[in-house]
């Protein structure tokens, strides 16, 4: 089954290769025309085996057979994700590709895992507390060191984190007033509609963003909700000045300060690294804003760029960034968590970097996407307790849950 076959090369690509789901994807079928019309099912199924890949592997780590190879697991894996959940192909196709590719034998030793199919209540067993770590990681693919690290929030709130990231993220797009009205972009596309937000909408359509027109033509660009209200409430008015530092690959928070407040306050935009966004430098070009000052600089050394206090100072590492694990189903495959350590000093020096370019009276903002007490409100408290010249005026965590 050629389905099957480009299934498994990708999803050895992403297990044992460490490729991104969507590259693997377009490794397979961006120069291949002539699978195209195969992608939807292929992404489909490798797309499902990454949603249950904690539990596939633990199941096959049950039956106790040291005669599985790594690829033998990863075919098992791929047709107990169309036996279980998929349900794209037959039990027959599935029982004829998993003898082609395991052989009698081996095909004999996971039968009790295909006699499961109809039976979702005996995926986990029973014998498994459904409050335990292990419970919830195989019921909700999150590695257990993951759940330690939510649990500081409580099990409640766990618990709706987990379900709330089984489900689709919302796709919400920020409209670049400057250019268009919310109501041209509202009656042009009845896929969106208003949010909370001002100036945000969400969008429920099957064509892809960036493939709409307003999209190309840069009148709409993704923003979460909760960044554009963030921004709005602390909004400053000239003749002020306003410093954004963004360790995030994502450029969206570059965006947003542009549109914001195009040429009407001073803006210093720093990143470590300015090559990595083409799209902003040509933004800035494009727009012809005089005002904009980009510049590339590690976060403790940045004298050169900024040349007086500013009157509001955005701090925005790079973060464990757990709020993709809804829009990449192998995001926490490829996680490194032995990275974590030099992640959190990496944030620490963004905030104690920018920190120091604060106005009397000024604002510091301390903005990450992730759910990590140590990352967020740890990391406030131990900048405060080290700052007195600074106090909190407010802390916010807002949860998957929370759209």
């Not at 209200?229 to 963004?246: D, G, T, W």
């Amino acid at each position: 089954m050629q389905e099957f076959d480009l299934a498994q090369k990708a999803l050895r690509d992403i297990v044992k290769g460490d490729i991104y789901f969507n590259d693997a994807l377009k490794k397979i079928f961006q120069t291949n025309v002539e699978l195209r019309p195969l992608r939807g099912a292929v992404a489909g199924l490798v797309g499902c085996e990454l949603r249950h890949h904690i539990l596939f592997n633990y199941l096959i780590d049950e039956l106790k057979v040291e005669t599985f190879t790594e690829e033998d697991r990863l075919v098992i894996s791929l047709a107990l994700a169309n036996l279980y959940f998929f349900k794209r192909f037959s039990k027959e196709d599935m029982e004829g590709v998993l003898k082609e590719k395991l052989g009698e034998e081996k095909l004999a030793a996971i039968k009790p895992l295909l006699e499961k199919a109809d039976k979702p209540n005996e995926f986990i067993p029973a014998s498994l507390e459904k409050t335990s770590n292990k419970y919830l990681s195989l019921r909700y693919n999150t590695p257990e060191w993951v759940l330690k690290i939510w649990q500081h929030f409580g099990y409640g709130l766990t618990y709706r984190v987990l379900k709330a990231n089984n489900h689709q993220n919302t796709i919400t797009a920020r409209v670049r007033t400057s250019r268009v009205t919310v109501d041209e972009i509202l009656n042009n596309n009845s896929d969106f509609v208003k949010s909370p937000v001002d100036e945000v909408l969400i969008y429920g359509g099957k064509t892809p963003l960036r493939k709409l027109d307003a999209f190309a033509k840069g009148n709409l660009f993704l923003e979460r909700m909760a960044v554009k209200a963030m921004l709005s409430e602390y909004k400053i008015e000239e003749p002020k000045e306003a410093f954004l530092y963004n360790g995030n690959l994502e450029p969206s928070l570059f965006k947003e300060m542009i549109e914001l407040y195009q040429d009407r306050v001073g803006l210093n935009l720093g990143c470590p690294d300015l090559s990595k966004y083409p799209e902003i430098i040509r933004l800035i070009k494009e727009s012809g804003y005089k005002n904009v000052n980009f510049f590339g600089a590690a976060p403790d050394s940045m004298e050169s760029a900024i040349s007086r206090p500013q009157d509001l100072v955005i701090a925005a590492p790079n973060s464990s960034n757990f709020d993709l694990i809804r829009e990449y189903p192998d995001y926490l495959m490829h996680f490194k968590k032995e990275g974590m350590d030099a992640l959190f000093a990496q944030e620490k020096a963004v905030l104690e970097g920018a920190s120091k370019y604060v106005a009397e009276k000024g604002i510091l903002i301390y903005t990450i996407n992730t759910l990590s007490k140590k990352e967020g409100h740890m990391t406030i408290t131990d900048f405060l307790a080290n700052h007195p010249e600074f106090h909190l005026n407010k802390e916010v965590q807002t949860y998957p849950f929370e759209d």
